[in-house]
């Protein structure tokens, strides 16, 4: 039988409550528009007012909301077609399984074909330098409707499909969160969508934009910081769509709702606000020597190895723990069945992922200098965002598996930094 769903209680509730969320509702937008502001004047002080603020009507236009309109619908295409193998996602609580398809890495090769077909037809691509502020007022309001829909939609679902923490009642705090775990249009899913699709590659494709701008100014060559920025980046969104599998098992799919936090963060946070050091880029080029250039190419790649190696070794464990290459890894048992890995890069820190992806977020900084903040800023929100999302993630593993989770904490004390966190 279906197990029901029970609203968490007030001391469960995640981000501050019903305030807090009110909270990020309206400074998550602001943080994005401050930030772009920012960005391109020319002090670019991360912690005071741009000088000048633009007319309002540089905020919108009918043109930017057509061509996000555009990209959502041609992403959504690509998604659709019957390419590449299908796959089974996590038993739900109905005991149920749903099927994915894992064909993201062919649809970023269509999309980077078509790229490169309209380049060589002479397509403008540098102009979206230009339009980044209306077409960020677009997503924000598109990523705010779709959360309303999706906030109305989950009042039609059976309590067991609703996710684990999304449904407390207040309605500041479920429309944040998300009610619905896995909204979908038959077999079309949503969340799994915008998760890997319109924002991650809309990131690259902002950051070619920048690129070519900024090479068309130097009526040449981009330079080698732009470069870097824009190859790290690149290798992190083709990376996730050629391991999209490996996405069945993070928190958002398995945990969290699809609300504002990840319709605003993936369609919105990640393409405007992941872009920034290529944005700032352009606006301020930053000379940078080859020996520190090829030092901070070895860190990205430190980063990248843990990052990968962890994932893929908690995905495979999680799809088939006899797989050769961790069935001689050393696990704790729990009473649901499951084991904890407690050896390979499990038994390192208890979110080596984590430690991986930071490492490489400063890779991504270091190219822009030191002279500004403004470039580290995802750095800082990502160790912001990553603390506290172990926090949640040891809270929810504690709630799952119990004495098996003390014991996993006995043996692995550090959470991301060994002998640090
Ligand atoms: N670039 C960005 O903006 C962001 C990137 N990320 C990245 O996404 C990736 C996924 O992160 P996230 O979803 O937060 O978390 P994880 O992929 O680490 O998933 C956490 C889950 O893994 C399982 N798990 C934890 N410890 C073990 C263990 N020892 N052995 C086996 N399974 C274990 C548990 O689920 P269960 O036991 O139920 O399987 C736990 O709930 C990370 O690399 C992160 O850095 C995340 C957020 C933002
Ligand atoms: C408060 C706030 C701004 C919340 C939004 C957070 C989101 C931006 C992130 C939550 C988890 C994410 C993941 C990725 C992108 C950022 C968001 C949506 C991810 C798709 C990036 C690529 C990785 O390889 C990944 C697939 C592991 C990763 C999954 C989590």
Known sequence: MAQQQTAPSPAELEFGGPLGTAALLLLLPL?????????????????????????????WSSGALLLLLFWLGFQATLYLLPMGQVTEGRMLRDKSHLQY?????????????????????????????????????????????LSLFLYLKSFTVPPSALAPGGNSGNPVYDFFLGRELNPRFGSFDLKYFCELRPGLMGWALINLALLLREAERQRGWPSLAMGLVSAFQFIYVADALWYEEAVLTTIDIIHDGFGFMLAFGDLVWVPFIYS??????????????????????????????????????KNTFRRNPSDP??????????????????????????????????????????????????????????????????????????????LAWREYCRRVPYRIVPYIY
């Open 31 to 59: 943080t994005l528009f401050h930030l772009l502001l920012t960005c391109h004047s020319g002090p670019c002080s991360l912690l005071s007012l741009p000088p000048e603020l633009p007319p309002l009507s540089a905020f």
């Open 101 to 145: 398809p894992l064909n993201g890495f062919r649809c970023l090769g269509l999309t980077a074909l078509l790229v490169g077909l309209g380049l060589a037809g002479g397509l403008p691509l540098g102009n979206l330098s230009e339009m980044l502020l209306p077409l960020a007022s677009a997503a924000t309001v598109t990523a705010f409707f």
């Open 276 to 313: 920034l050091q290529a944005q700032f880029l352009l606006n301020h080029p930053q000379a940078l020597d080859l020996p520190v250039a090829g030092a901070i190419c070895l860190l990205k790649v430190i980063g990248y190895v843990i990052f990968r190696g962890a994932n893929s070794q």
């Open 325 to 402: 290459s961790v069935a001689g890894l050393e696990t704790i048992p729990t009473a649901t069945g499951r084991h904890l890995l407690v050896s390979g890069w499990w038994g390192l820190v208890r979110h080596p992922n984590y430690l991986g992806d930071l490492i490489m977020a400063l890779a991504w900084s270091l190219p822009c200098g030191v002279t500004h903040l403004l470039p580290y800023f995802y750095f800082f929100y990502f160790v912001i965002l990553l603390v506290h999302r172990e926090y949640r993630d040891e809270r929810q593993c504690l709630q799952k598996y119990g």
